[in-house]
C-alpha cells in the first residue's frame, strides 16, 4: 500500500515538474541612459512605485554601483 502511494507521488510530481514554467516574477529589464542632473532618486521615483528608497537599492545592486554616483551618458539596467 504505501508503495503504490509513494509511485503515485513520484508520478505526480514528476507531471508537474515536467509541466512547471517560470512565471516571470522579476519582470522585464530595461535600460536607461542618464542624463545630466539624473540621480538615483530621480531615475527611481520615475521608475517605480511606492518607496524610493527600495527602487534605489534595486537599481545599486542591478548594476553593481558602489554607491550612488552616475554620470550622464552612463546606461543602468531597471529591473
Known amino acids: 500500500m504505501f508503495a503504490k502511494i509513494a509511485i503515485f507521488a513520484t508520478l505526480g510530481l514528476l507531471a508537474w515538474a515536467a509541466g512547471a514554467h ?14 545630466p542632473y539624473d540621480t538615483l532618486w530621480t531615475i527611481a521615483s520615475s521608475h517605480y512605485a511606492g518607496d524610493v528608497r527600495e527602487g534605489v537599492w534595486r537599481i545599486e545592486t542591478a548594476n553593481h554601483l558602489g554607491g550612488t554616483m552616475i554620470r550622464p551618458g552612463q546606461v543602468l539596467l531597471l529591473p
Open 22 to 35: 517560470p512565471l516571470g516574477a522579476h519582470g522585464q529589464k530595461a535600460s536607461y541612459r542618464v542624463r
